[in-house]
T-cell receptor, first 116, second 113 residues
Framework: NAGVIQTPRHKVTGKGQEATLWCEPI?????VFWYRQTIVQGLEFLTY????????DSGMPKERFSAQMPNQSHSTLKIQSTQPQDSAVYLC??????????????FGSGTRLTVL | QQKVQQSPESLTVSEGAMASLNCTFS??????FRWYRQHSGKGLEVLVS????GEKEEGSFTAHLNRASLHVFLHIREPQPSDSALYLC?????????????FGSGTQLTVMP
């Protein structure tokens, strides 16, 4: 079991460019989560999917950020027109399910996004 | 809205000395608490999960939950330098139809050889 895989590990973009981050959850896990981590804000919830369906995107900035899960083996987080304040480590996590919200989240190593 | 705070921000202990980390939360109706740690440049590793008042031990890690006082502690027995990391407390909230994991800002633990 390779765990949650995130690519790329590091991404540098210029202001205004688009960034796409990839996540491959643990095989068999039905729930996928995206978090953002900065020194100032700590870990912030962005969005999550259950059985590929978007369930809660209350943490997503309404403009420029979008997340998709086209199949059970990967999810993407896309940031359009990146800004310096988007610089952060973006973490993806998966869990077997969230039905009883007692499932453990397993995190990937994250993608460090730097917007110049 | 559940708020999670951790103290101290940083802690230095000698190898083999007990390390104790504190986490406070604002909504005692939560019943799902996790401790994670994060080594520099790495993802989060779950250490121990606790769902009811009392203690839960996983290896050298013991979580102690007291919802009446809104505290959940993590005790690390005989820490090693390899235990130096950022320790994060997380509380689940699960209103109907949704689910989130709220994290504290972490305690940076340094274990000196």
């Amino acid at each position: 079991n390779a765990g949650v895989i995130q690519t790329p590990r590091h991404k540098v973009t210029g202001k205004g460019q688009e960034a796409t981050l990839w996540c491959e959850p643990i095989s068999g896990h039905s729930a996928v989560f995206w978090y953002r981590q900065t020194i100032v804000q700590g870990l912030e919830f962005l969005t999550y999917f259950r059985n590929q369906a978007p369930i809660d995107d209350s943490g997503m900035p309404k403009e420029r950020f979008s997340a998709q899960m086209p199949n059970q083996s990967h999810s993407t987080l896309k940031i359009q027109s990146t800004q310096p304040q988007d610089s952060a480590v973006y973490l993806c996590a998966s869990s077997l399910d969230v039905g009883a919200y007692a499932e453990t989240l397993y995190f990937g190593s994250g993608t460090r996004l730097t917007v110049l | 809205q559940q708020k999670v705070q951790q103290s101290p921000e940083s802690l230095t202990v000698s190898e083999g000395a007990m390390a104790s980390l504190n986490c406070t939360f604002s909504d005692r109706s939560s019943d799902n608490f996790r401790w994670y740690r994060q080594h520099s440049g790495k993802g989060l590793e779950v250490l121990v999960s606790i769902f009811s008042d009392g203690e839960k031990e996983e290896g050298s890690f013991t979580a102690h939950l007291n919802r009446a006082s809104l505290h959940v502690f993590l005790h690390i027995r005989e820490p090693q330098p390899s235990d130096s990391a950022l320790y994060l407390c997380a509380v689940s909230i699960g209103p109907s139809g949704s689910w989130q994991l709220i994290f504290g800002s972490g305690t940076q633990l340094t274990v000196m050889p």
